[in-house]
Each structure stands twice: as C-alpha cells, then as structure tokens.
C-alpha cells in the first residue's frame, strides 16, 4: 500500500515537471522569462573620466567604467558597445571589443579609451553658450549579449547618468607679435598670447610650451618660465620670447614685413592643466591658431582703440 502511494507521488511529479518544461518552452512562457530575468539586470557606473588630450581635431578621454553583475551566472561577452550624451547630445559611440568576465555577484571595472571629435563638442559648447547653462547631464548607455541559462540569449542594456558642472574648453588666442623682430635672426621675437577659461572654477596651466611657424620657412619655439593661473570666466594675458630653432631658414625680412596679407603663420601652444574639476585635471592642452601675420596686426590694432 505504502509501494503505490510513493508510486502514485512519482508520478504526479513527473507529470508536473513535464508541464512545466513543456511550459517553460512554450511561447507563451517567453514574457515571464524576461521579466524573471529583467529583475536581476546588472548595473553600470562610472568610476572616473578624465580627459589627457585636447587639440583642434579631438578630445581624448579615459573613463573607468564598473558594471555589477547579480546573475546567478558568469557573464562571459566579446563585447561592450557604449554611446555617451551630454544633454541629450550623442558625442561618443564606439564599442570596446575585448573578452569581458564577471563573475556571479560580483563586479568588474573596464578602463575605456574614448575619443569626441570636436565638431559635436563645439555643438555642446554652443548650446551651453547660448542657453546660459552652467550644469548638465553626463549620461552614458551601454549593452552587451550574453547566453543566459534557462532565460536564453539575451540584450542587456544599462544606463548611467549624472549631473555635473559644463565642462568648457580653454581657449588661447596671439594678442600681440613684435614683427620688426622678425627681420633679424639672432634677435628671435617676442609675442603675447591669451589664455581664456570660460568655466566657473579656475585653471592652472604648467610646463607651457609654443612654437610659431611662418609658412615653413622659419620656426621659433619657447616655454614658459612659470606656471600660469587663470580665474572662472576669465583670462590671463602670458608675455613670451621665441627663439630661432636651429637649421630653421629666415624668409626675406623685408617680404615679412611687407607682404603681411599674403604670408601666413601657425601658432601652437601647449601644456597641462590644473584643476578642481577631475576631468580636466593633468589633462594636456594643445591650441593651434592660424592665418595671416595682417590679421594680427589688426587685432593688436582693435585691441589699442
């Protein structure tokens, strides 16, 4: 008697655990897959970012990222793709293509080389500018697959987002070239540039350094003897003395002098910054300004009135 209870019991169990594997394979099971597995979604955050390079062209930024994984599994994926907005405006989208393991319930930080081009940070700058705004939100959205037991292949997608100051970027502009310097080889010239920060903290520059080429036909370089301090939304004007590079071949003065229109001259000016804000502090800045030695002379000319 006690034989065909167990037997019976057996049974039931067997017929249920078919039902409910038949189920669990069934279409009509596939919605409360996914919310089963939605419910233990894993978590990305933003550990650090901080830019190391600025120039004309880019930006070039490495962010840590972590991401929490409270699956009961591993997660084992090739592959990370992320897309960063600054409010709402897509500057970043790339992939980070290396094999990613985080273990079950626990965490993992990825180190992520990024790169924004200018043109879609001058569109954010320009709204900043024109909007008045001194905050935004820095959000960043990522996804990856992996083959989840029981639940399948599946899409995970994650989504950070904070509010933090509007980062700016500083701006150097020549005020002033002595070009009667430039007649004479020895004597190298001096000019003054200046510095603009248009944030709301203060930045430091350090190890200053710029070279100023006249249509490759002569290059001076020089450094700056000291560090520089610049306030919030404002400037600081830096006196600098270049000096001849050697084998550099001196253009006609007189067609220098002469000819200001039609020769032209790159200035570049380079050096790392210090800062309160940790995106912008150690960063390194490089600021290529171009065009004709008259347009200078002009602007020293505006500058006097």
């Not at 189920?23 to 009509?28: A, G, I, V």
């Amino acid at each position: 008697m006690r034989f065909n209870k167990w037997l019976v019991t057996l049974l039931v169990l067997l017929v249920l655990a078919g039902v409910g594997i038949w189920w669990w394979k069934s279409p009509s099971s596939e919605k409360v897959k996914e919310n089963a597995a939605d419910k233990v979604m894993p978590t990305l955050g933003v550990a650090s970012a901080s830019i190391t390079d600025i120039d004309a062209e880019r930006i070039k930024l490495v962010s840590k990222v972590s991401i929490h994984n409270p699956l009961p599994v591993d997660i084992k994926t090739r592959k990370l793709n992320y897309i960063i907005y600054i409010d709402s405006v897509k500057v970043i989208e790339d992939s980070y293509e290396k094999p990613i393991h985080i273990r079950s319930s626990d965490s993992s930080t990825l180190t992520l080389p990024m790169e924004i081009m200018a043109k879609p940070m001058a569109q954010v700058i320009k709204y900043f500018d024109n909007q008045k705004i001194d905050s935004a939100d820095y959000s960043v959205k990522a996804s990856f697959e992996v083959d989840v037991p029981i639940a399948g292949e599946r899409k995970f997608n994650m989504d950070f987002s904070k509010r933090l100051p509007a980062l700016r970027l500083p701006k150097v502009e020549v005020k002033h070239v002595d070009l009667n310097a430039l007649a004479l080889k020895s004597k190298g010239m001096d000019m003054e540039v200046a510095v603009f920060n248009p944030n709301l903290f203060p930045l430091k520059m350090r190890d200053g350094k710029f070279s100023f080429n006249i249509e490759d036909a002569m290059e001076m370089n020089g450094v700056l003897e000291k560090n520089i301090s610049i306030p919030a939304k404002g400037s600081q004007n830096i006196s600098v003395h270049a000096k001849m590079t050697d084998g550099s071949v001196m253009k006609s003065g007189w067609k220098i002098l002469t000819d200001k229109k039609d020769t032209r001259f790159t200035c570049k000016f380079a050096g790392e910054i210090e800062s309160e804000n940790k995106m912008l502090e150690n960063s390194k800045m490089v600021s290529t300004i171009s065009g004709t030695l008259d347009e200078i002379v002009n602007t020293v000319k505006k500058a006097i009135k």
